[in-house]
Nanobody, 116 residues
Framework: QVQFVESGGGLVQPGGSLRLTCVAS????????VGWYRQAPGKQRDLVAR????????YYVGSVKGRFTISRDNAKKTVYLQMNSLKPEDTAVYYC?????????WGQGTQVTVSS
């Protein structure tokens, strides 16, 4: 069973940048879609972006379009989320999972805090 491990979060000022890393254990195929999700305190967990491991079919939620970039490195079974122009409303725990049907067990996530 595939598991995902997230890292790269931290505290950053508004307007700053962070790059999150998601490493998959187990078999990930080029037909699989991997997504980044986030959950703010008191809110549900929502999809932020997803990418097919072939590099095709990239999707962003509207609130991050133009600021976040998702990419992947198949050889390393890794998916990245480059986050620029961060805003306080981006503060959340960020998780990765399958991007269409998040069927893997959720990991611990990585905390992103945007604050001055």
């Amino acid at each position: 069973q595939v598991q995902f491990v997230e890292s790269g979060g931290g505290l950053v000022q508004p307007g700053g940048s962070l790059r999150l890393t998601c490493v998959a254990s187990g078999n990930i195929f080029s037909t699989d879609t991997v997504g980044w999700y986030r959950q703010a305190p008191g809110k549900q967990r929502d999809l932020v972006a997803r990418i097919q491991m072939s590099g095709d079919n990239i999707y962003y939620v509207g609130s991050v379009k133009g600021r976040f970039t998702i990419s992947r490195d198949n050889a390393k079974k890794t998916v990245y989320l480059q986050m620029n122009s961060l805003k306080p409303e981006d503060t959340a725990v960020y998780y990765c999972n399958y991007g269409i049907s998040p069927k893997a067990t959720w990991g611990q996530g990585t905390q992103v805090t945007v604050s001055s």
